[in-house]
């Protein structure tokens, strides 16, 4: 268990328990001078052509797909990924920088026909965005934020959650190399309670990027709320998988364990709540059990490992605790008995209500509910306060639209266990968030609109401008 103190966290790998590196906290005057710089280096970061700032991003990704082995490493170590998972999360933050390199020339304002002139809009940067990341997929999340900010002229002022600082400072590192001018992209690590909410009331920081527990996020746009400043939230979610009699079974069965279980389970897409139509519950539940046995578990290093342990003792305790002795097991699967933050891979057959099925369990375990009807699933699927992603498994066309039109979720997936590609919006409805990251949004997301009015023939009358209105 990491053993946060003022000036500095403990890092534990959490594969095997054991400390491996000493990391200090910036202090809060440090933080301040970060922030001068950030706003300082942003004067001249704006004012870079969109090519060029396009052409510095491409270099940055390209850094970033030459250390890709150091980065999958370092997420190894300190989130205890498996090594093939940590190299897939590397190369997912290389994609979103060089999508975002493609974004400063193309993200454009527009014109609008108006009587007496012409009104044209200018998308401008916001300045210093802050950016407070969580632990569950380090580098990917705090890519999503900072990439689209960077292409469209902010600075960036990133807070990685404290378990794992380590990915991100190699990125700001990476940054450096790459040549991104001193300032643009900077790293404080430390408390979120202490940086996080610093930097959510910091005057200078134009705006925050938060992504973490729905609890943190009303606490940080409660703190942003100060100064206005605007807020992208990515909470949490607690979703659910819905397989119909007419799905292709099988391919739902195969998919079911990595839609609930990728990454251990502490992803806030993960289909925790796994909903099978009555008549072919069991048929689902024989297809599953094989599909969970084939699951490897255990050894990071090993590139066949598919689930490795949950990010510390805390953790593995909270979901521990989750799984009472009162509910029925399907399924529990094995886990090395060294002193890591292992939890079992487990299927659970909860009673409807039970309060497994109220909480974000966020470890590696899911809950397969039946149900008889489309009504009565959509029901039971939209009663949580979260509406962050789902999965509709049917062959009927028509029925996936319905459905999906029907479930108040911000990301769907038919027929697939997965919704996220950096070319599409991703976000939350209810308290699973506000506002989009990834794909075209991302990018209004962090800029705001000017508008220009240009008469043709001088100044107008005022009774022109009534009549506009
Ligand atoms: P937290 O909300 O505690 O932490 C997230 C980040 O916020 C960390 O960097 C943390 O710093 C920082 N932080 C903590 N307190 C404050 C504060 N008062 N002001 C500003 N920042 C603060 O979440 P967890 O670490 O527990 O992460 C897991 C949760 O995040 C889950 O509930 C999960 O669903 C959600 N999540 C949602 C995602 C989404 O995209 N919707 C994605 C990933 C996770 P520190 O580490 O130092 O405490």
Redesign the pocket.
Known sequence: MTE?TSHETILINPATGHEFIRVPHRSIDDTNQVIAESVRAGVSWRALSAAERGRLLARFARAIAADREHLATLTMTEAGHPITAARAEADQVRDVFAYFAGAPERHLGTQIPVAGGTAITFREPLGAVGI??????PLP?AAWGTAPALAAGNTVVL?????TPLGALRLEHLASEAGLPDGVFRVVT????V???H??RHPDVAKII????????A??LA?AAEHIKPVTL????HNASIVFSDANLAAAAAATPSGALDNAG????ARSRVYVQRPVFERFVDLLIPAMDALRVGDPLDPRTQLGPLISAA?RNRVAALVTNDIPVVYRGQVPQDSGFWFPPTVLAPPPHHPILDA?V?GPVFSLLPFDTEDEVIERVNNTPYG?AGSIWTRDGARGLRMARALHVGNLSINSQTAVRYQTP???MKH??LGRELGPDALDAVTEVKTVFISHDGPHPSTQRNEEL
């Open positions: 946060p407070i990341a969580p632990w569950n997929f999340i807070k990685p959650a404290e378990l430390g408390s979120g309670a940086l996080g909410d930097l959510a938060f992504t973490g527990s729905t609890a943190t996020g606490r940080v703190a990515e909470l949490g979610g502490q992803d806030c897409c953790h974000e966020f962050l991703f976000g939350g699973s968030g």
